[in-house]
């Protein structure tokens, strides 16, 4: 079992690149299927989540090379299969991306229920309704999703329940399909608009991605071509929210700051200060207190639900009490009993958190839930006073790419370890 070894209190000085957006790479990759000739796709983050659905398009048939080290170059155009076995993608929530993406190119696909971080139920209705829209006949039987068309005609559908997947997975469908599609009540958060524009750049002809409503043209073929990734806007809020919990001033490069505005916001009103320029942004708490302050997660251009954890972190710290409203995800605060090891006062009831805040964390054992929960539990951890062990940190290292030596990097004692299960916490360590 690999951990992370913390030796907290110390402020965060310095700079760091964010990595390319993993939520868009996790669409834009599926995507690929459609195309038919080599995609070079720039700006990769190669996590956990991103380097499996590469290995899913090489058994499906594709040939996939690494060219560097953020780099890949993708040619689906001899993929003969449409069914991805549930192995695969049982620990992936991005998994559905494929159901669209095969329906898309082959009139079909066959791909397991996704797994990925247990937030709570999210069932694929509003995807299945989107399918059968275009004229797809959907079956779930035995946790696998089984859907099939004749043929694929645009179709006008309206979204009851905002959904993230349902409007890329519903673009991907959409895109070889005859006529015009059109999704109302769609999400407008950025790695949708990446995956739109990167159908775009390779011959698709959608319009209104960002928007309410997404017109989807189709089109007969996708050729190949060069796409760069956007920047990871909650890789970014991390850091952000570590260098104000922490105190200090980082310097956060590689963003794009207006998918950071309700961030820098919040942070601002809990006593940070947040300078922007064209492509980076410096966070400061040097002398400031924390101060409280509420958080309603909302889609896109609201606060996203994952950068919950980490602001809830902070605001532990923050005098006075917060109010944190979960309205998103069901079961986002399973993380609050690890805070509350290391000494936070916080009660969770339903959607609701109420954080009193502390004058500092204190060391302890604590295990990440998920992979926003983790990231959480980290920045914890470089606040508190003593050692914190980070345990289950797979759910980490799904989305953030290298986390340690990007912290290490500003300031923070950082390191990762694996147990060798030969005693007490804290012993028989292993540096990795």
Do not use: W
């Not at 996790?26 to 956990?48: D, Q, R, S």
């Not at 940070?272 to 966070?283: M, P, S």
């Not at 605001?315 to 069901?330: P, Q």
């Amino acid at each position: 079992m690999e951990s992370y070894i913390i030796s907290g209190g110390k402020p965060l000085y310095g700079e760091v690149t964010v990595s390319g957006c993993k939520n868009a790479a996790v669409a834009i990759i599926p995507a690929t299927i459609l195309v038919k000739g080599p995609c070079v796709i720039e700006n990769v983050p190669m996590v956990k989540d991103v380097t499996q659905m590469l290995d899913i398009l090489e058994k499906l048939g594709a040939s996939v090379k690494i060219l560097d080290a953020t780099t890949v170059r993708v040619d689906c155009t001899g993929l003969q299969s449409a069914v991805v076995d549930f192995d695969s993608i049982r620990k992936m929530r991005g998994s559905t991306y494929f159901i669209g993406a095969l329906l898309g190119r082959f009139h079909a696909a066959k791909v397991g229920l996704p797994g990925g971080c247990d937030l709570g139920v999210r069932p694929i209705d509003q995807h299945i309704r989107g399918f059968e829209a275009l004229g797809a006949n959907a079956v779930i039987e035995h946790g696998i999703v089984n859907v099939s068309a004749e043929n694929l005609t645009g179709s006008n559908i309206y979204m009851d329940i905002r959904s993230v997947g349902a409007t890329i997975n519903i673009i991907l469908a959409g895109v070889l399909a005859e006529g015009v599609t059109v999704i109302e009540n769609a999400n407008k958060e950025p790695h949708i608009v990446d995956a739109a524009n990167f159908l775009n750049a390779m011959g698709a002809n959608i319009k209104g991605a960002g928007t309410d409503i997404i017109k989807i043209k189709g089109v007969p073929s996708l050729h190949g071509g060069t796409y760069g990734i956007i920047p990871d806007q909650i890789e970014a809020g991390t850091f952000m929210v570590a260098a104000a919990a922490s105190g200090g001033r980082v310097a956060v490069r590689n963003v794009i700051p207006k998918h950071l505005e309700t961030i820098a916001s919040k942070l601002c009103e809990a006593g940070a200060t947040v300078e922007e320029y064209d492509d980076y942004l410096v966070v400061s708490r040097e002398t400031a207190p924390l101060k409280k302050t509420n958080i309603k997660t909302l889609p896109y251009p609201g606060f996203p639900t994952d950068m919950q954890p980490q602001m809830t972190t902070l605001l532990c710290l923050a005098k006075g009490t917060s109010v944190i409203t979960e309205d998103v995800m069901d079961f986002r605060f399973k993380y609050i009993e690890e805070l509350r090891r290391m000494g936070a006062k916080a009660s969770v009831d339903g959607k609701l958190c109420i954080v009193d805040g502390i004058e500092r964390f204190m060391g302890a054992t604590v295990q990440a839930c998920d992979l926003r929960a983790g990231a959480a539990l980290v920045i914890a951890g470089l606040c508190a006073s003593g050692i914190t062990e980070v345990q289950e940190i797979y759910h980490v290292e799904r989305g953030y790419e290298n986390f340690v030596e990007k912290l290490t990097a500003i300031g923070a004692n950082i390191r990762k370890v694996t147990d060798d299960d030969s005693g007490l916490p804290g012993q028989g360590f292993k540096i990795s």
